[in-house]
């Protein structure tokens, strides 16, 4: 079964700095999707960025960009210009385009210093 | 255009009881999922459905029953609830971009 690594539970980052969420994963498909997901105290999941596996180009929204490193298994999320507001737990998740199988890491909790 | 739905927002159960949550969305996504969000973990995938009268089992199913009769609900029934079922739960819509109900928070007893 395909496992999230999320080897940081917590990290903090000065207001208007940058920050790298990372995640591995182990799997042996070749068709699957990669995203990471923000949970703000109020417990609402709200997808942030998606990555398909098959694109080599690095997904991007806004402040957010990934860094896709499909050989070695790596999905890195990079917050710029951090704000107050981007302080939440963040969960890389990977779906298999195979089988619809879902997987979530345990989470990062990203705190954001003023 | 409410998205997805979860009711109860609550539930306290007891031992043994039996319950069903309800999911209902309004978005017309074939694919809808349940998962259950326990601390120090992700999310983690009980059942799915891609679409009405199909429904199959994610990686923690034990103990859950899902149906799909129509494309907007999909219910998830503990049968006979127990203390390790103590969670919160999440519905979702979609498949590439899941949209996520605001979860129901039960403990059983």
């Known amino acids: 079964a395909q496992t999230v690594t999320q080897s940081q539970p917590e990290m903090s980052v000065q207001e208007a700095e940058t920050v790298t969420l990372s995640c591995t994963y182990d799997?042996?498909?070749?068709?699957?999707?990669l995203f990471w997901y923000k949970q703000p105290p109020s417990r609402q999941m709200i997808l942030v960025i998606r990555q398909e596996a098959y694109k080599q180009q690095n997904a991007t929204e806004n402040r957010f960009s990934v860094n896709f490193q499909k050989a070695a298994k790596s999905f890195s999320l990079k917050i710029s210009d951090s704000q107050l507001g981007d302080a939440a737990m963040y969960f890389c998740?990977?779906?298999?385009?195979?089988?619809?199988?879902?997987?979530f890491g345990a989470g990062t909790r990203l705190t954001v210093k003023p | 255009n409410a998205g997805v739905t979860q009711t109860p927002k609550f539930q306290v159960l007891k031992t043994g009881q039996s319950m069903t949550l309800q999911c209902a969305q309004d978005?017309?996504?074939?694919?809808m999922s349940w998962y259950r969000q326990d601390p120090g973990m992700g999310l983690r995938l009980i059942h799915y459905?891609?679409?009405?009268?199909?429904?199959d089992q994610g990686e923690v199913p034990n103990g859950y029953n899902v149906s799909r009769s129509t494309t907007e609900d999909f219910p998830l029934r503990l049968l006979s609830a127990a203390p390790s079922q103590t969670s919160v739960y999440f519905c979702a819509a979609g498949a590439n971009e899941q949209f996520f109900g605001p979860g129901t928070r039960l403990t059983v007893l």
């Open positions: 978005m017309n996504h074939e694919y």
């Open positions: 459905s891609v679409g009405a009268g199909i429904t």
């Open positions: 998740a990977y779906r298999s385009g195979n089988n619809n199988d879902m997987r």
């Open positions: 799997t042996s498909e070749s068709d699957y999707y």
